[in-house]
């Protein structure tokens, strides 16, 4: 298919086609002109894969960012403007088939329908608005403190290198998210790590890592043949939820008293509480999710932050210029400041286009569509590559430049079009936590690299550096 939108036909297909053709005339008219749909190719004559019973075509899934489609952004805002209330993306199987053998019931990551709405509107009212996350400014900024004295008490004296920098990383971005759910802090960038903060961090590594392979196979097939991911993957799972779950359950403990008491209490899971519209269940997997899904996320974006970072001493130092130039050193800046750092701003829109830890966003249609000519039915699989359009020199003139220049307004610039920039998703399922903090480690260190070698990105579930990025910190006087 000429274009980056890919249809994945399944073996329930057949099905499908039959019960198309039980769906009224009409309901096409609903989605798209009818001239639109008349001169549609049919989506039987969409050129891809072979495709296999009970797979279909999910073994090209990683294959996918190697291949040399062509993008269309407008084709993925089509896709996008039929999302409808309820937006449904490809469901990662084995995520939902533990789950639902668990006693845990689905989060938002998961479910699907009314169901996910009415969590989704519950956790954007305490954690999407900008507000809010302004208000966790100083707390992030604490974190970057800690963070940056640990990489001064790693780091090689004569070479001012780091080793383990992603996992350092893990731990910052564990901690950040640690003050927006339970404000409160994990001591994951401390001396002595508690064991358990330990087991978290390798669970989510596993799962992602584990995910890799069950992600083809049915549970049980999966049970029978890969028995070592498979335990793997249950297993992080187990740990992401008992973490997750004790730290819920000390926290409501202490909401509890402090209510008792007489005191007045904030924080995420109060409000979560206090609007009774989440169960208890929920809760625990909500906020499991989402601790889960901070981790691995941010802490590859920040690696690639480092990498370009250390190889652009121009962009470093205009970086270092605007920050500065608003807040003082040592100070983490709230999201008033931050608006006024466009260069900061652009940088980091150019490292997501580069580098999408999500390389592909997915949707099941929720209607009859045209994509790229061809007529796509409702509950068909599609995956937009969102790497593939970040790097299309059809959108982005030099794609493979670090530009943070595209994104700023006046300098001559043709405007990107909207729906070739989409590494936190679209709509109302987009991602639920876009927060950002890495400019103070600009404030204290100049970042180099250490040698020329490129560093490629390879998906093992998420999209991260094929080798952990291995810079200097060199101290700023
Ligand atoms: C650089 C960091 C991150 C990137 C690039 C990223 C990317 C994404 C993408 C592409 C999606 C799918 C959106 C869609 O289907 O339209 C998503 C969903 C999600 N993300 Fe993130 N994410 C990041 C960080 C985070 C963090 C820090 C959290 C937790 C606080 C988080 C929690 C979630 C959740 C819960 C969803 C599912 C939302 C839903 O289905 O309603 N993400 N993310």
């Given at each position: 298919m000429a274009c980056c939108v890919k249809a994945v036909k399944t073996c329930v297909q057949p099905m499908r086609s039959k019960l198309l053709?039980?769906?009224p005339q009409m309901c096409y008219v609903t989605a798209a002109t009818t001239d639109e749909f008349r001169d549609a190719k049919p989506f039987t004559s969409i050129p891809g894969p072979v495709c296999f019973p009970l797979i279909g075509s999910l073994y090209t899934v990683p294959q996918l960012i190697k291949e040399k489609n062509a993008n269309d952004a407008k084709a993925v805002e089509t896709l996008h403007r039929y999302d409808g209330k309820y937006p449904r993306r490809i469901i990662i199987q084995s995520w939902q088939d533990w789950r639902d053998e668990s006693p845990y019931a689905r989060g938002i990551f998961i479910e699907d329908g009314s169901a996910w709405k009415r969590m989704r509107v519950l956790l954007d009212k305490q954690i999407l608005r900008p507000q809010i996350v302004s208000g966790f400014a100083e707390q992030f900024g604490q974190v970057t403190v800690d963070f940056i004295q640990r990489l001064r008490k790693l780091r090689d004296e004569n070479k001012n290198t780091v080793n383990n920098l992603d996992l350092e990383l893990f731990y910052w971005s564990l901690e950040s998210i640690g003050t927006v759910l339970y404000e409160t802090r994990f001591g994951g960038l401390s001396e002595d790590r508690d064991p358990e903060i330990e087991s978290f961090i390798e669970a989510v590594h596993n799962l992602f890592l584990s995910t890799n392979y069950v992600f083809y196979l049915p549970r049980k097939l999966n049970h029978l043949f890969l028995s070592k991911w498979q335990k793997m993957h249950d297993n992080a799972w187990f740990v992401i939820f008992r973490e997750g779950r004790k730290r819920i359950d000390k926290k409501c403990m202490e909401i509890e008293k402090e209510l008792s008491e007489g005191r007045e209490v904030s924080g995420l899971l109060s409000k979560l509480i206090a609007s009774g519209n989440m169960s208890q269940n929920e809760l625990y997997s909500n906020i499991s999710e989402l601790m889960a899904a901070a981790v691995d996320t941010t802490s590859n974006t920040m690696q690639w932050v480092i990498y370009e970072l250390s190889r652009r001493s121009d962009i470093q130092s205009t970086l270092r210029d605007e920050v500065l130039s608003v807040v003082s050193r040592g100070t983490a800046p709230n999201a008033e400041q931050v608006q006024k750092m466009p260069y900061l701003k652009a940088f980091i829109k150019e490292v997501l286009r580069l580098y999408p830890v999500a390389s592909v966003e997915t949707r099941v249609t929720n209607e009859d569509m045209v994509l790229c000519g061809y007529h796509v039915p409702k509950d068909i699989r599609v995956i937009a590559a969102t790497y593939l359009l970040g790097r299309n020199p059809?959108?982005?003139?030099?794609?493979?430049e670090v530009k943070p220049e595209r994104w700023i307004r006046n300098t001559g610039n043709k405007k990107v079009h909207s729906f070739a920039w989409l590494p936190f998703g679209y709509g109302t399922r987009m991602c639920i936590g876009q927060y950002k903090g890495f400019n103070m480690l600009l404030q204290e260190f100049?970042?180099?690299?250490?040698?020329d070698?490129?560093?490629?990105?390879?998906?093992r579930a998420?999209?991260?550096?094929?080798?952990?990025v291995f810079v200097q910190f060199v101290d700023r006087c």
């Open positions: 053709q039980m769906v059809e959108y982005y003139p030099d794609p493979l100049t970042i180099k690299a250490v040698d070698k490129v560093n490629s990105p390879v998906t998420l999209l991260i550096p094929e080798r952990p």
